[in-house]
């Protein structure tokens, strides 16, 4: 009954929602940019690999009492400007694998990294099966690190209420939004801490805490003063762009890797090597996104500042080289007339697929790595953007 | 009825063999041979801050070493309510219980360096915990300063709760036990689930009170129950005595809340540190309130809308003083406190149990 109520519920909420104004900006790997066939037809394929659709991920969640208030409360929100809507559309628009991927790339590398070794003493399979090549536990982890990404992403919708603008709304509006943002991804967070509980294994618990703690700290490291404008710093390097990016979303997928590495007991060797491909294909991910802008006019160009072009042209060219003041236009306009910046960035993304791919080689062949390095080869292939 | 276990039951293993998780030793203290500890509640000795006063000193500045903030600011934001200002009821409690627990199986003086752990991360869990509420209760002030969404807005104060949390569940897991990574995790699942019972409202009057008392079990006891359990399964102590140690938790947790709650309308702001009658403002229908509608069913009504019509807070203060809501409100607490005296009965008898029931005393005599 509960879970049917649930259902209307959200798909009430889904007619009435309207996309509303995301007041900051850019969304660090949201992943749901227009995509190449490639990728999709990569991704789908990973997905039969596995067992089960991935946006499946998002439906068990939504079966919970405590979201089917969230909904309810949510639909008060609908004609205002609140961050939430947004973030709840995606989250709750299954079918586009948007929010998905991470979660699919560690349940293939389980399944890539194959059964439980030998060496076996500190973990207890007995009761386990692997399903499609995949334990319980390491499923349960994919989930766990997209309920914790999903967390993220709500709470980074809470809205700083003394800096509304009238276009905003109202201030009643905003406060009430926040409470739920807040209400909803403290829910998510717990439910990721008890679900790691239930691992048994503090090992994991450790790894996945520390990702939770650089994601949090991601939002007091980006280039951003307090009202969320960029700003690009004297002296800005590249490497800033990496340690932002490694906070923001490889510090999860990477972690995530060696962790369900962990659980099925594999060795040293096998974590960091699963910890390794996680870091660099987020690397590549977010590279890949940041390059979008920049072949595709069309895309929102929020958050420029700190992309990767424009931090590698602030590097070599010094930082007053950027009109931070001027329109997103220009700025693109500037990078893309020096077509090096854009190269430069194209050739690190594929040595980030490279150094991830290698990263692969001491796993057995087998079609769960062969749909890993496909979705690799997708990710650093810089085809023409169908429109 | 009580019953008392016999000093002679045989010891555990000694503290060299004893298995102590990854940090450090357990401290070496004096053990207690067969000696009656004081029973005189009164006395210095049994005072419950100065018996786990050398813990308590410089506690704080261990958890601000546990917030390993790579960020000025973060640091700064996680290291806001870490000040010295809070009263670290939780942790003198927590190494109170443990100490107890630890007297109750080994009869020696001893706390484990998991223990004091684990008192630490029930602060920062607690903190982390007031950071998200002073943004979800849009408060302005706590403790005597501007509230941490006052001073780095809304955003941070969030993020800045998740640091925290995340910090504190980082120390849990190098304490390398599963069995107190599951208990502390039911903790923070039990704050969001009040914090959701507190969003919504049970329309049956008779529904109302055991909403209320579970809301706060969830939001306040759980922590002090849960943590006390969890020092009791780290001292080694079996079942019997860890399940002692939640519901001397829980009562005490209860029981402070009832209290908590009573002094929102007896006390003024300045005692406080914090503005009186927030409760009501909040749209919370507390214990005297509850109470005070079963002589008053007008303020049925008010509950129902959350006192958000003009009015409806000084009216229902003022039925609440005219009704026996504040009195009936202290003798549920003062219930509570007993129950968790008798709990505590049940360990061996030692400084450290006679402290705990000053402790179930202290609840009830606050003023603040």
């Known amino acids: 009954m509960q879970v049917r109520k649930t259902f209307i519920g959200i798909s009430r909420l889904l007619s009435y929602i309207r996309v509303a104004h995301t007041q900051n900006a850019r969304c660090f790997v949201s992943w749901n940019q227009p995509k190449t066939s490639d990728w999709k037809k990569a991704v789908s394929e990973a997905e039969k690999i596995v067992g089960y659709p991935t946006s499946f991920m998002s439906l068990r969640c939504l079966l919970s009492d405590e979201l089917a208030n969230v909904a309810l409360q949510v639909r008060k929100l609908v004609g205002t400007k609140h961050p939430l809507l947004k973030t709840a559309r995606g989250f709750l628009d299954n079918g586009k694998h948007s929010l998905q991927t991470r979660g699919l790339m560690i349940l293939l590398i389980s399944k890539a990294a194959g059964a439980k070794s030998e060496n076996m003493e500190n973990v207890d399979h007995s ?46 509006d905003m406060e009430f939004g926040n409470k739920i943002a807040v209400l909803s991804g403290d829910f998510l967070l717990t439910s990721a801490s008890t679900g ?23 939002e007091f490291t980006s280039l951003r003063d307090r009202n969320g404008q960029g700003v690009l710093p004297e002296g800005v390097t590249f ?54 802008p920049f072949a595709n006019l069309g895309v929102d160009p929020n958050g420029i500042l700190s992309s990767a072009p424009v931090i590698r042209y602030a590097e070599v060219h010094g930082p007053q080289s950027i009109d931070t003041f001027s329109g997103h236009e220009k700025i693109i306009a500037t990078i893309i007339r020096d077509n090096e910046t854009i190269e430069w960035c194209k050739e690190k993304c594929r040595d980030y697929g490279r150094k991830a791919i290698t990263a692969l080689d001491s796993f057995e062949p087998s079609e769960a790595k062969s749909a890993l390095v496909n979705i690799v080869q997708a990710t650093t292939a810089f085809k023409p953007v169908k429109s | 009825m009580y019953l008392k276990h016999s000093c002679h039951k045989t010891k555990k293993e000694s503290l060299c063999t004893a298995k102590v998780r990854s940090h450090g030793l357990p401290y070496l203290g004096q053990r207690f041979k067969g000696r009656q500890a ?23 500045c261990r958890i601000k070493q546990d917030l390993k903030a790579i960020d000025h600011e973060l ?27 630890n007297f109750h199986e080994t009869q020696m003086d001893r706390l484990l360096a998991s223990q004091e752990k684990i008192a630490m991360i029930a602060e920062m869990i607690h903190t982390a915990s007031l950071m998200h509420d002073d943004v979800i209760d ?36 190098r304490i390398r036990n599963e069995d107190v990574v599951s208990v502390v995790a039911q903790i923070t699942e039990d704050l969001v689930r009040g914090e959701f019972m507190q969003l919504g409202s049970k329309e049956r009057e008779e529904e109302r009170f055991t909403h209320y008392l579970n809301k706060s079990f969830k939001k306040t006891a759980s922590l002090l129950a849960n943590s006390c ?7 080694q102590c079996d079942e019997g005595v860890a399940e002692v140690a939640f519901e001397y938790g829980k009562n005490i947790g209860i029981s402070f809340q009832l209290i908590d709650d009573l002094l929102d309308f007896t006390s003024c702001d300045h005692v406080m540190g914090k503005p009186t009658a927030a409760d009501l403002k909040l749209g919370l229908a507390t214990a005297p309130v509850l109470f005070a509608a079963k002589k008053y069913p007008e303020l049925n009504a008010m509950i129902m809308r959350r006192f958000t019509e003009e009015g409806d807070v000084e009216t229902a203060r003022q039925l609440v003083a005219k009704s026996d809501g504040v009195a009936e409100t202290r003798e549920l607490a003062q219930n509570h406190s007993r129950e968790a005296v008798r709990q505590i009965h049940t360990l061996t008898n030692s400084k450290y149990t006679t402290a705990l029931e000053r402790v179930a005393d202290m609840v009830l005599s606050r003023n603040k």
């Open chain 1, 127 to 172: 009761a386990d099966e692997m399903v499609s090549g995949i334990y319980p536990s390491q499923r349960q982890l994919a989930e766990i690190t997209e309920m914790i990404n999903t967390a993220n992403l709500v709470h980074r919708g809470v809205v700083n209420l003394d800096t509304l603008k009238d276009t905003d709304g109202s201030l009643k």
């Open chain 1, 196 to 218: 790691l509980a239930e691992l048994r294994n503090t090992k994991v618990v450790e790894l996945v805490s520390m990702a939770i703690g650089d994601m949090m700290s991601a």
């Open chain 1, 239 to 292: 490497s800033c762009w990496e340690r932002q990016t490694f906070l923001q979303s490889g510090s999860l997928l990477s972690r995530g890797c060696r962790s369900a590495m962990e659980l099925a007991g594999h060795n040293e060797q096998v974590q960091m090597a699963a910890e390794e491909f996680g870091k660099n294909i987020a690397y590549a991910r977010q590279m890949n996104e940041d390059l979008l």
């Open chain 2, 38 to 60: 004081e029973k005189d509640l009164n006395s210095p000795s049994t005072h419950p801050y100065t018996l786990v006063e050398n813990h308590l000193n410089g506690i704080t």
């Open chain 2, 75 to 101: 640091l700064h934001v996680s290291e806001y309510y870490f000040d010295g200002q809070g009263k670290l009821f939780r942790p003198m409690l927590i190494m109170l219980m443990a100490k107890a627990a």
């Open chain 2, 138 to 173: 849009a408060a302005d002030s706590r403790r005597g300063k501007p509230s941490i969404n006052q001073v780095w807005g809304q955003r941070k104060a969030i993020i800045g709760g998740d640091f925290v949390m995340a910090m504190a569940s980082i120390e849990l897991a």
């Open chain 2, 229 to 235: 359990k969890a020092v009791a399964i780290l001292g």
